[in-house]
């Protein structure tokens, strides 16, 4: 057998093993920590449940991850020990509050910037290349380095964590995202790369299987938090890889991530609201909340997971033929920004009348 063959051998034992993990940790949820996985608020701004859901897809993803590191260390000479600390840092704040561990907003967003900047520096976690010139003279200082990548894991991390609530749109996102960065990697022959990208796929499809379109479990915020992380990781490392690729096409595959953190954070602050205090009036709210004026259903929210993550593959395709041009790919994120504006008061306006 070649070393394809074998490859794909072990991602499909891989993809059945995560089947059965994920199946008894959503079976036995009930039994951790005396119930506190269950998810029975109902009465939250992102809640559509009427019955209680376990939210221990974190706990079966970082269960899983772990597995496949070691799986990957046996075939392949990088570690990723970045990931592993990384992700697990990550997943335990997001799990303290899965397990109903309350931390205030203000604590959470304060121990997330510790983990990052211990990890980023103890693990010397770089971006060294953003297509704005002035950008990356600025990067040569370590300070500025460091605040950089803070604030983008920050952003992708918040992003993965705000667009969470409705079944199947972080899951579907991450995968289209990791598809795409997926095929960067296998076109220039970055197999090992390639590999473990592909594992971590798995372990998300896998997951889908339980969480779209009925949501028999939640990601809880262990999970957004370790799948933020790990496009964050994901995107860093393809750049690297990729040098002759514009850094700016990243900026791009990631705009909504991003966009939703930053927009959310104007609009609350221009409000006079805190913004680390959760509303109903991010982008994804606001479309579920249009097609319930058309018909009320419980499949508004898996159909809203699937008309954002259509929409942005759809306005991100074709910007795949200009992936070395640094102009190009500028102007359209700015055409993202504004896209995204629009539709977004479109839709507010609307809803106000």
């Keep these: 057998m070649n070393g394809e063959s074998i490859e794909l051998h072990i991602l499909s034992v891989f993809a059945l093993l995560s089947f059965f993990v994920i199946l008894l940790i959503n079976k036995y949820s009930k039994f ?10 109902y009465s939250k701004p992102q809640a559509f ?97 460091t605040i950089f990548v803070l604030l983008c894991f920050i952003f992708i991390i918040n992003g993965s964590n705000f667009i969470d609530g409705f079944n199947g749109l972080l899951c579907i996102h991450f995968i289209i995202i990791n598809v795409i960065f997926l095929s960067i990697n296998l076109s220039n022959s970055h197999l090992d790369f ?4 592909t594992g971590q796929i798995v372990i998300i499809l896998t997951f889908l299987f339980f969480n779209f ?20 990781l994901n995107a860093i490392n393809t750049s690297h890889l990729n040098p002759y690729i514009s850094p700016v096409l990243f900026a791009v595959i990631l705009f909504y991530l991003f966009f939703e953190v930053f927009f959310s954070f104007i609009r609350k ?66 055409g993202l920004v504004v896209t995204y504006v629009l539709i977004y008061f479109r839709i507010r306006k609307n809803q106000l009348k």
Aim: no cysteine.
């Design 32 to 41: 951790i920590s005396k119930g506190a996985l269950l998810d029975q608020d």
């Design 49 to 145: 449940h009427k019955e209680a859901v376990p939210r221990s897809g974190g706990l079966a993803i970082i269960f899983l991850f772990v597995i496949f590191i070691f799986i990957n260390n046996s075939l392949f000479e990088n570690n990723f020990l970045d990931y592993l600390i990384i992700s697990f840092l990550l997943f335990v704040l997001g799990f303290l509050d899965d397990l109903k561990i309350n931390l205030s907003p203000n604590i959470r967003l304060i121990a997330m910037i510790a983990a990052l900047i211990l990890s980023i520096n103890f693990l010397s976690v770089e971006i060294n290349r953003t297509g704005f010139f002035f950008l990356d003279e600025w990067l040569k200082n370590n300070i500025f380095q």
């Design 194 to 197: 390639s590999f473990f990208i």
């Design 213 to 232: 379109p009925s949501g028999k479990i939640f990601l809880g915020d262990g999970g957004s938090y370790m799948i933020g992380a790990l496009t964050a």
């Design 269 to 334: 602050v221009y409000s006079k609201k805190s913004p680390l205090q959760p509303d109903e009036l991010h982008l994804h709210m606001l479309i579920y909340k249009k097609l319930e004026t058309y018909k009320s259903s419980s499949s508004n929210n898996y159909l809203t997971s699937l008309i954002i993550n259509f929409s942005y593959l759809a306005l991100l395709s074709p910007l795949f033929f200009f992936y070395k041009n640094h102009i190009f790919l500028r102007y359209a994120f700015i």
